[in-house]
């Protein structure tokens, strides 16, 4: 089960899904960023947000998931969202989330990490950048971490060497967003910049391939493959 709260950035009301494990705690926790579908369908409608949030509050984990594509009108096309993103506005979003999850009381505040899907992928690694309190990152076949978005900032590749925490990372091979040829750079750029990684990329498997909304991505064994990797890597670095 989970609830839904509603967080201010800058003004802007941003809707947050909590999820909460069984237990008094004090329990780690996560911060989720959402999959690109959910930017136009939003939170609630979207059945595999919901169950990545249940996975991990299954597996002891807080979990919160916010709505990072809260600047526009829910009916604005969903193109006119992806072109006018903007990192500034996402960081303020992911230390909103950060703020509340580490404010709640059966959270333990030194122990959390930040992970998402395909566009939230991307937004991780940008979070991890950004917020040396985190103490794991994992980035779901996350692309155009290499591109700069509307607000003119720095790639998050080339911020490589401001995450400060183990970053796991899933990729499919058939994936060209990014492609293995783009993996092999976050790869280079972590390497660089000394930070720990572990990188897992599944053959027969393209984007989006953990979401089994789309019988076209899904790829049922490697997607169950990559969740107990997931877990296992948070329970090393947040257990």
Same mark, same amino acid.
């Given at each position: 089960?989970?609830?839904? /709260?509603?967080?201010?950035?800058?003004?802007? %009301?941003?809707?947050?899904?909590?999820? /909460?494990?069984?237990?008094?705690?004090?329990?780690?926790?996560?911060?989720?960023?959402?999959?690109?579908?959910? &930017?136009?369908?939003?939170?609630?409608?979207?059945?595999?947000? =919901? *169950? $990545?949030?249940?996975?991990?509050? !299954?597996?002891?984990? !807080?979990?919160?998931? +916010?709505?990072?594509?809260?600047?526009?009108?829910?009916? /604005?096309?969903?193109? $006119?969202?992806?072109?006018?993103?903007?990192?500034? #506005? %996402?960081?303020?979003?992911?230390?909103?989330?950060?703020?509340?999850?580490?404010?709640?009381?059966?959270?333990? &505040?030194?122990?959390?990490?930040?992970?998402?899907?395909? #566009?939230?992928?991307?937004?991780? #690694?940008?979070?991890?950048?950004?917020? +040396?309190?985190?103490?794991?990152?994992?980035?779901?076949?996350?692309?155009? $971490?290499?591109? &700069?978005?509307?607000?003119?900032? %720095? +790639?998050?590749?080339?911020?490589?060497?401001?995450?400060?925490?183990?970053?796991?990372? =899933?990729?499919?091979?058939?994936?060209?967003?990014?492609? +293995?040829?783009? $993996?092999?750079?976050?790869?280079?750029?972590?390497?660089?910049?000394?930070?720990?990684? /572990?990188?897992?990329?599944?053959?027969?498997?393209?984007?989006?391939?953990?979401?089994?909304?789309?019988?076209?991505?899904?790829?049922? *064994?490697?997607?169950? *493959?990559?969740?107990?990797? &997931?877990?296992?890597?948070?329970?090393?670095?947040?257990?």
């Amino acid at each position: 089960m989970y609830r839904s /709260e509603c967080l201010d950035v800058q003004g802007h %009301t941003m809707p947050t899904l909590v999820f /909460e494990p069984e237990g008094a705690g004090p329990h780690p926790g996560v911060v989720i960023a959402q999959h690109l579908p959910v &930017a136009h369908a939003g939170l609630e409608k979207d059945p595999f947000t =919901i *169950d $990545v949030g249940e996975r991990y509050a !299954a597996a002891g984990y !807080a979990g919160v998931i +916010p709505f990072i594509f809260h600047w526009w009108p829910e009916d /604005e096309d969903i193109m $006119v969202k992806r072109e006018a993103f903007r990192d500034d #506005w %996402t960081v303020a979003d992911l230390n909103a989330a950060y703020q509340y999850l580490a404010g709640m009381s059966a959270v333990d &505040a030194n122990r959390i990490g930040i992970l998402g899907h395909c #566009w939230g992928g991307r937004v991780a #690694w940008l979070g991890a950048c950004n917020n +040396p309190d985190y103490k794991a990152c994992i980035v779901f076949y996350g692309g155009r $971490v290499k591109l &700069a978005f509307a607000d003119g900032g %720095t +790639p998050p590749i080339e911020l490589a060497d401001r995450i400060t925490c183990p970053v796991l990372g =899933i990729f499919g091979n058939e994936d060209q967003g990014p492609s +293995p040829e783009e $993996v092999n750079d976050y790869e280079a750029a972590l390497k660089k910049a000394g930070v720990s990684y /572990e990188f897992h990329r599944y053959d027969g498997a393209g984007h989006g391939f953990q979401d089994f909304n789309d019988s076209n991505r899904y790829r049922k *064994d490697q997607s169950e *493959d990559t969740w107990g990797k &997931a877990i296992a890597f948070l329970d090393r670095h947040l257990k």
